[in-house]
């Protein structure tokens, strides 16, 4: 299943070995979101991976790859990329990668509620359909939530966000369970993304049932 997602979201899976770009035409489509998305990759713990740009990219970054030390790439790609497809205002930055194939069988927590209802904290709004939400019994007060992304129907990402009063209770490892299970259920793969430093999101994926095997998401976006 992950294989099948990986070919999906990348437009080619697995490499043969060290770092394969690929020229997709799925970069110059809008994601999700409606957002760009002009480079994404994701390699193993040993570094083997596909990252994918767009197609008139794919020779100029493929000569990048193909010229620089292992040791040097991530480097290389941080400071190269981003003129190279044209974004020069954006960064390359590479986050964990996780997924599940038994999600943690935590109690059920929160509810799901279409994500234009209200009282939703603006980040849960973009998210299509419905999202999971946790609310103080009594007074209905907004505590945590889950947004699903729909990157393919064959993978799905879990986003989820704790108020800072709401946190230390567990909320969060609940909601992510809950949602897994509802992927998995629906015959997708649950992917949970992070950033490295970030303990607290480490934590809850690991309670959720997210291992860290290792593996890394690279991409394009932002500022800066």
Known sequence: MLDRFLRAWLGSWPSPGGLTVVGSPLRDKPRWDGGEQRALGVTD???????????????????????????????ALAERLPALLGRPEQHFFAGVFRWSEAPADLPDEGAWEPSDGPGLPDWLRPFPGEVLVAREPGTGEYLAGVGLKPHDPTGIEISVGTTEAARGRGLARRLVARAARRIVGAGAVPIYLHDPANTASAHVAVAAGFPDPGWRVHALAGNG
């Open 45 to 75: 713990a040993a570094g083997n991976g596909v990252l994918s740009v767009p197609p008139a990219a794919r020779d100029a970054v493929a000569a990048l790859v193909a010229a620089t030390a292992p040791a040097d790439l991530a480097v």
